[in-house]
Nanobody, 120 residues
């Protein structure tokens, strides 16, 4: 059974870099032709797609956060990581990792989500 699990600090100070890891079990992140995304949901707002890393390691980011976002992976650990730099309180959100069977936002597996609060 495919499972995704987010991990990382729940509290980050303004101007610092938020770093989260998604650990995948039940399947490999290098398997054709899956895409592995980060998505967030700020309080009282809708879901916002941040970006993805593909089965071959290519990345693509959403326009609103592109300048501050980096997604990477460690295939040996079956993990992929989000780094969001220069965070502000507006980056407070529940962060999810998810899998899609193609480059479109149709996700078949999600992590449970992790709350990240940006505050001094």
């Amino acid at each position: 059974q495919m499972q995704l699990q987010e991990s990382g600090p729940g509290l980050v100070k303004p101007s610092q870099t938020l770093s989260l890891t998604c650990t995948v079990s039940g399947g490999s992140i290098t398997t054709n032709y899956y895409f592995w995304s980060w998505i967030r949901q700020p309080p009282d707002k809708g879901l916002e797609w941040i970006g993805y890393i593909s089965y071959y390691g290519g990345t693509f980011y959403g326009p609103s956060l592109k300048s501050r976002t980096s997604i990477s992976r460690d295939a040996s650990k079956n993990q992929f990581t989000l780094q969001l730099s220069s965070v502000t309180p507006e980056d407070t959100a529940v962060y999810f990792c998810a899998r899609s069977p193609n480059a479109y936002p149709a996700y078949d597996y999600w992590g449970q989500g992790t709350q990240v609060t940006v505050s001094s």
